[in-house]
């Protein structure tokens, strides 16, 4: 069984939720390998849906996320101590914003970004921090 509902083949769902999930496990749960029939083809499934977002966001975990915190208050400390303004404007942080609505990668419903796990109302007013994405596009 390679397809979902949408089109979607269990392949490219898989590397599309380990692109932002780094979710290990999941690879080895859909493989060949997995003896178990039944639960390799039901992971499959649910690894369509998760990538269409039927199943809610993967986001990175929480050890990951954690690490993002503290290093985004090291850096705004940081920059708090050398003297550089560490909150965007208004209207920088409108602007970010706004590339992160229009971003694939953005869940509105809990207005996250699926790579970092931030929440992007957060994130974008400290003047510390950018988009997780290499480029980041701001």
């Excluded at 003297?83 to 590339?99: D, T």
């Excluded at 699926?114 to 007013?125: E, H, P, Q, T, V």
Aim: aromatic fraction near 6%; hydrophobic fraction near 40%.
């Amino acid at each position: 069984m390679h397809g979902g509902g949408n089109g979607v083949g269990w392949r490219d769902a898989l590397r599309a939720l380990e692109s932002h999930s780094h979710i290990e496990a999941f690879r080895q749960l859909c493989s060949d390998e997995n003896g178990d029939v039944a639960a390799r083809e039901a992971w499959r499934k649910k690894v369509v849906r998760m990538a269409a977002g039927e199943m809610g966001a993967v986001y990175p975990s929480i050890a990951s996320q954690v690490g993002s915190v503290l290093g985004a208050a090291g850096r705004a400390i940081g920059g708090v101590l050398q003297g550089v303004e560490v909150v965007r404007s208004g209207e920088e942080q409108a602007r970010c914003l706004a590339i992160c609505q229009g971003c694939e990668h953005y869940v509105t419903a809990e207005s996250r970004c699926r790579i970092c796990g931030c929440f992007a109302m957060l994130k974008i007013r400290l003047a510390t921090e950018r988009c997780p994405l290499d480029p980041p596009k701001w």
